[in-house]
């Protein structure tokens, strides 16, 4: 079993902060998770989400993405990225 590619600290219920970092973005893959979540950026430039069927697209500063639960997804770093904190609210 493979190590997850981030730290976590809970921030309350459902809600956590994630960190991700650069130097690991090769270990990012498409992977499902079982409920929805609403993702927001906290830290960090140069990475981008992508859900099943659509194109990447630049996660950004004051912005909301939601993802589906078992909707298949990946975050991708762009070169130059650096370490990406979020915050994940699961439903």
Not at 20 to 37: G, L
Not at 60 to 82: D, Q, S, V
Request: charged residues 30%.
């Amino acid at each position: 079993m493979r190590d997850l590619p981030f730290t976590e600290e809970t921030l309350g219920q459902n809600e956590f902060l994630r960190h991700f970092r650069a130097a690991d973005a090769e270990e990012m893959v498409w992977h499902q998770d079982p409920e929805d979540r609403i993702v927001k950026l906290v830290e960090g430039s140069g990475w981008m989400l992508q859900l099943d069927d659509q194109l990447p697209v630049t996660i950004m500063e004051n912005a909301f993405y939601f993802i589906p639960k078992l909707c298949w997804h990946r975050l991708i770093a762009m070169p130059g990225c650096t370490d990406l904190k979020l915050i994940i609210k699961k439903r």
